[in-house]
């Protein structure tokens, strides 16, 4: 049992969980994951350790003795430190009140991240995070507090700043209120930029590393993540990644390579693997009871996060036709990486099929709006391409770079989605005689782009992620 705290029985108990903490040689993030494991409540994140810590929260009676039994401090005397802490933040509201003082400024500052602080809070970062990097989805209140590590009541007042703001989008389906990030708005490409190589590095290095074979633990380290735990210093110049393989297999290293040349791509700074060995005992011990932690969801590893230095691995190289057009797109900003389910070229094929399916339907009655139809499937098309390597438009991009890409690397029979593209803005301005398509139009468009849709399809069978 920890003795260090009977003399002195005024301590407020953020103090006595710090001091406990340190002595135990535990992070924060370490502190939240015994908590979670021995109470059985998932939700318990570093963030509320942090603002006992701080005094801005004082842990319930229930939470009280969970501390006392991973912190090896009497419970009785944590009783007396939630005392003291509460009679100490009266005092503190009563004399921020009489001086003309702002506490709700104050605790703000406290909350500003260290990993980039001119946010608000860790937590307004995450929701920034979850949206902004995956565009096309939306998220209920739950979905962002598991992202932002967060509470709901958290989560819901920085949502609601971030709608009023324009950087989020509502809607409701029934008792949900769904989220996503705004698409109309100039300052979110460089918003996205900043988040995606501060907060969002977390999902990219997850999304790379998860897809190679034996891989059954993730970990951050390094100083990147000794910012993301809000220790202040510089601002780190590469990320640290080790892995961890399951017992008696090894990744490709190959494989690996590729993850770690997509992942500094995305990312804008180096990325330095190793491969820990594999662990001999998988279920952790607290106590001498054996705890079993999961490490994976949804079928892949979890990314944790641990401040320690890892040395480097060795970088891959793209090599498929067409891949100085592709890596000149993404370092310009046209195009960006990016992995996870929507890495797919299926949908995309499948939307393609659909419109061409309804052109043919249209097209006797109505020419043009056939020609829409045919226009959109051949973007469909070249998406498809695209999506099936990582690669997907970026916010604000050129028009042509889907047709860009997909003819570089596959060949001037793509060509059509170009052309079908420059034809179809014609459309858009009701004024000389190029506004008009015809049926004979229609007609020699869609065997041509039946054609482009099945060579899609075999193509994208053989595609793996861009370098």
């Not at 962002?144 to 509470?151: N, Q, R």
């Not at 034996?214 to 202040?232: D, K, Q, S």
């Not at 459309?427 to 468009?445: E, K, M, T, Y």
Request: some cysteine.
């Amino acid at each position: 049992m920890n003795r260090e705290f009977h003399d002195n029985i005024d301590l407020p108990i953020g103090q006595i969980i710090r001091t406990a903490r340190q002595q135990l040689h535990m992070s924060q993030y370490t502190l939240a994951g015994r908590l979670a494991t021995i109470s059985g409540k998932r939700t318990m994140g570093r963030d509320r350790v942090a603002r006992w810590e701080r005094g801005r929260q004082v842990p319930r009676r229930e939470w009280r003795q969970w501390l006392s039994v991973v912190l090896e401090v009497p419970s009785e005397r944590l009783d007396a430190g939630a005392i003291a802490a509460r009679q100490q933040n009266r005092l503190g509201r009563a004399v921020s009140t009489a001086r003309g003082g702002r506490p709700e400024a104050s605790r703000r500052q406290q909350g500003t991240p260290a990993l980039l602080p001119v946010f608000r809070s860790r937590i307004q970062a995450g929701i920034l995070a979850a949206t902004l990097l995956n565009p096309h989805r939306a998220f209920s209140l739950t979905e962002l507090a598991d992202h932002a590590g967060g509470s709901l009541a958290s989560v819901s007042k920085e949502a609601k700043l971030l709608e009023d703001a324009g950087f989020l989008v509502t809607r409701s389906e029934g008792a949900i209120r769904l989220m996503r990030a705004a698409t109309d708005k100039p300052t979110l490409g460089p918003l996205t930029e900043l988040i995606r190589v501060t907060y969002g590095v977390p999902q990219i290095i997850g999304e790379e590393f998860s897809r190679v074979a034996h891989v059954a633990r993730i970990a951050l380290m390094g100083t990147w993540a000794e910012r993301f735990a809000g220790v202040i210093g510089p601002e780190p110049e590469a990320i640290h990644v080790r892995v961890t393989p399951p017992a008696n297999a090894q990744p490709d290293q190959d494989a690996l390579s590729a993850a770690t040349a997509r992942a500094r791509r995305r990312l804008h700074r180096p990325v330095h693997v190793t491969v820990a060995a594999a662990p001999d005992d998988p279920h952790p011990r607290i106590d001498g009871t054996r705890v079993d932690i999961p490490h994976q969801r949804n079928g892949r590893p979890v990314v944790r996060i641990t401040p320690l230095e890892e040395p480097t691995a060795p970088i891959g190289t793209p090599w498929r036709p067409g891949a100085d057009v592709v890596t000149r797109l993404v370092a310009s900003g046209q195009l960006e990486l990016f992995n996870g389910p929507t890495a797919d070229s299926r949908p995309y094929l499948d939307a393609a099929n659909h419109h061409l399916a309804s052109a043919r339907d249209v097209a006797s009655q109505a020419a043009g709006s056939a020609f829409v139809l045919l226009s959109h499937a051949a973007h469909m098309i070249g998406c498809s391409l695209l999506a099936a390597q990582g690669l997907r438009p970026a916010a604000g991009s050129n028009g042509d770079v889907v047709s860009t890409c997909v003819v570089a690397q596959f060949g001037a029979q793509f060509g059509h989605v170009e052309l079908l593209r420059q034809r179809q803005l014609t459309l858009n301005h009701p004024v000389g005689r190029d506004n008009r398509i015809i049926a004979d139009d229609v007609a020699a468009a869609i065997p041509a782009l039946e054609a482009l849709l099945k060579t899609a399809r075999d193509l994208s069978l053989e595609l793996d992620l861009f370098g």
